[in-house]
C-alpha cells in the first residue's frame, strides 16, 4: 500500500506563487509516472502536470510557462512551483502516482487526498 501526502495549498494572490508537495510513502513500490491534477467543483479533473522518473515532463497549455514540476526519486516526491497565479487557476491539486509493485509487477494508480489553492483577484 502506498500512501500519497500532499503539503503547500493555500490563498495567495494574483501573480503570487506557491509551490505544492507530495511525497509517497509504503515499501516494496517503484514509481513511474507522478503528476498533479486540479478539480473545481461541477468540472472533471484535469492533469496539471506530470513526469516521468527519467525527468520527462509535460504540461497543461494553461501553465505552460508558469508552473515547474520536479521530482526527487530518492525522495519519492514530486514538487510542482506554480508562478504568476491566476484567479483561474484555482482549484483543488491531487497528487498522483502511477506505481509498480516490485513483488507482483502490478501496476497502480494512487491519489493524494487534495489540497486546496485559492488565487484572489
Known amino acids: 500500500q502506498v500512501q500519497l501526502v500532499e503539503s503547500g495549498g493555500g490563498l495567495v494572490q494574483a501573480g503570487g506563487s506557491l509551490r505544492l508537495s507530495c511525497a509517497a510513502s509504503?515499501?516494496?513500490?517503484?514509481?513511474?509516472?507522478m503528476g498533479w491534477y486540479r478539480q473545481v467543483p461541477g468540472n472533471q479533473r484535469e492533469l496539471v502536470a506530470q513526469?516521468?522518473?527519467?525527468?520527462?515532463?509535460n504540461y497543461a497549455d494553461s501553465v505552460k510557462g508558469r508552473f515547474t514540476i520536479s521530482r526527487d526519486n530518492a525522495k519519492n516526491t514530486v514538487y510542482l512551483q506554480m508562478n504568476s497565479l491566476k484567479p483561474e487557476d484555482t482549484a483543488v491539486y491531487y497528487c498522483?502516482?502511477?506505481?509498480?509493485?516490485?513483488?507482483?509487477?502490478?501496476?497502480?494508480?494512487?491519489w493524494g487526498q487534495g489540497t486546496q489553492v485559492t488565487v484572489s483577484s
Open positions: 498522483n502516482a502511477e506505481v509498480l509493485s516490485t513483488t507482483t509487477l502490478r501496476s497502480f494508480r494512487y
Open positions: 513526469t516521468t522518473r527519467a525527468g520527462n515532463a
Open positions: 509504503g515499501s516494496g513500490f517503484s514509481i513511474n509516472v
